[in-house]
Nanobody
Framework: QPQLMESGGGSVQAGESLRLSCAAS????????MAWFRQTPGKEREQVAS????????YFADSVLGRFTLSQDNAKNTLYLQMNNLENDDTGVYYC???????????????????WGQGVQVTVSS
């Protein structure tokens, strides 16, 4: 059974950085579409970044483009979201998600993803 587990959340000041990790088990994440979503109170879960084809294709929401990057360690079967120059609006619960069925990896609804981690809280304050 595929499973995802995030780690690395926390509370930081605006302008600082965090790196989130998503450890996968039960499947090889480099073969599938992997995404990060975030959710803030009162808003829909938003896709902020995704990657496919072993990291050769990456996508970022306009709100994080140039500040967030993706990487993966295939030996550890882990996906990373490096978040730099964090802003107050980046505050939310971040979820790692996997879609093992489709090759389309951007502009996807949360319901398109079959597997989810438990989420980690990221809090950015001024």
């Amino acid at each position: 059974q595929p499973q995802l587990m995030e780690s690395g959340g926390g509370s930081v000041q605006a302008g600082e950085s965090l790196r989130l990790s998503c450890a996968a088990s039960g499947f090889t994440l480099s073969k599938y579409c992997m995404a990060w979503f975030r959710q803030t109170p009162g808003k829909e879960r938003e896709q902020v970044a995704s990657t496919h084809y072993g990291g050769q294709a990456t996508y970022f929401a306009d709100s994080v483009l140039g500040r967030f990057t993706l990487s993966q360690d295939n030996a550890k079967n882990t996906l990373y979201l490096q978040m730099n120059n964090l802003e107050n609006d980046d505050t939310g619960v971040y979820y790692c998600a996997a879609d093992l069925q489709s090759t389309r990896c951007w502009s996807r609804a949360p319901s398109d993803f079959e597997y989810w981690g438990q989420g980690v809280q990221v809090t950015v304050s001024s």
